[in-house]
Structure formats: C-alpha cells, structure tokens
C-alpha cells in the first residue's frame, strides 16, 4: 500500500532556531516528492520538489533533502521566523498511472514561538 | 499567487440542503481535483478529471458529484447535505505533464448544522 508517513506530527520551536522535519514513503514506482506548506485554513503552496535523481534542493531558508534508497526526505529551516507557524505536508507522486496520483502525508503542525 | 479559486470561503447550511462548492482556474490545467481535509488530517481525494466531460471518483468515498463541461470549471454539489459533510473542501489543478505542480485554491470550509 502507497503511503506517506511524517514525523513529528507537531513541533514547537522559538524563533530563530532551526528545524528539521522528516518523511518516509513507500509509494513505487516513484515519479517526485514535494513539500507543501500550508497555513490554516488555506491551500497547499508547494515549497520544494525532488525528482529521483536529485539529492538536495533549496529554497530560501528551505532545505529539502531526499534519499530515493531508503525512500526518506527531510525538510530542514533555519532561522525560523513566526511566520513559519504553518502545516507542513509531503506530497510523493508515482509514476504508475495517468494521473500521477499524488500520495499526502499527514503534515507537521510547526508553530514558532517569539 | 496560483490562479485558482474557490468560492464560497466559508459555508454554514442546515441538513438536508442542496450545495454547490465551485472552483475555477485560469491556468488551462486539465487536470483538476477536489481534496476532502478534516483538521489535523491528511487530504484525502474524492474526485479528479482529466478533462472535459472526464470526471471519476477518487480514494475516499462521498456523496458528492462533479462534472466538467468546461476545462476551468469543476464545481461540487451536494444534494442533500448532513453534519458528517462537515470539512474542508480543496480544489486543485495541474498541468497535464507527470511530476507538474499541483496548484490549490484556498478551501471550503463547510460546516452543516
């Protein structure tokens, strides 16, 4: 069964310090991995992605890593601000259907303390 | 900032009411989907189109129903709706190319009183 799997569920850090979230997948054949945040009650804005072959990629003070051997991606920030306060989402996308069925984890609820 | 929109932002209807939850991109996107997201969980698909006159059911089951007669325009209704119905609904769209970002508007929140 194709699943997403994040860890912690819920992170509490202050302001300025650095975070890393992580997300396992099983999902085969795999196609890419993305990072969503999402901030309450609104939609998803994709953050990263990762495609197979690539191992590291940033974005601003996101830095998403990704080991397609163990099937595991991780999203580190640094310096966090309040505005980070967000949920964050792994989305893994297979390659074993027309539709490229995107696969959503449960997200990290990550909230910045001032 | 994605072209896709979605209205209203935030129902509350009584039970047993008809609703449509509409949603529209400005992007051309082919593929267009509506998540269901309960607080705290994962979204979980309810209904995806291809295209045009292309709709199909996704992983969780519902009572709602799509259809799509234009390509930017992929509404949701609900025939008759009750308290379980209550949700975030999001839509979202993408390009027909394997690995394409999928862009989401900004949610439903439906509570049914």
């Known amino acids: 069964k194709n699943q997403v799997e994040q860890s912690p569920q819920s992170l509490i850090i202050l302001e300025g310090k650095n975070c890393t979230l992580q997300c396992n997948y099983t999902v085969s054949p795999f196609s890419n991995l993305r990072w969503y945040k999402q901030d309450t009650g609104r939609g998803p804005v994709s953050l990263t992605i990762?495609?197979?072959?690539?191992n590291t990629k940033s974005n601003g003070r996101y830095t998403a890593t990704l080991d397609a051997d163990t099937k595991q991606s991780s999203l580190h920030i640094t310096a966090s601000q309040l505005s980070d306060s967000a949920s964050y989402i792994c989305v893994v996308t297979d390659r074993g259907s027309t539709l490229g069925r995107l696969y959503f984890g449960r997200g990290t609820q990550l909230t910045v303390w001032p | 900032e994605a072209d896709i929109y979605q209205t209203p932002r935030y129902l509350v209807i009584g039970t047993g009411k008809k609703i449509t939850l509409e949603c529209s991109q400005t992007m051309g996107h082919d593929k267009m989907y509506w998540y269901q997201q309960d607080p705290g969980m994962e979204l979980h698909l309810i209904h995806y189109s291809y295209g045009v006159n292309s709709t199909e059911k996704g992983d969780l089951s519902s009572e709602s129903t799509v259809s799509r007669i234009r390509t930017e325009h992929f509404p949701l209704t609900l025939e008759s709706a009750r308290p379980s119905h209550t949700s975030q609904y999001l839509c979202a769209s993408s390009a027909d190319t394997l690995g394409t970002e999928a862009f989401f508007g900004q949610g439903t929140r439906l509570t049914v009183v």
């Open positions: 990762m495609t197979f072959s690539e």
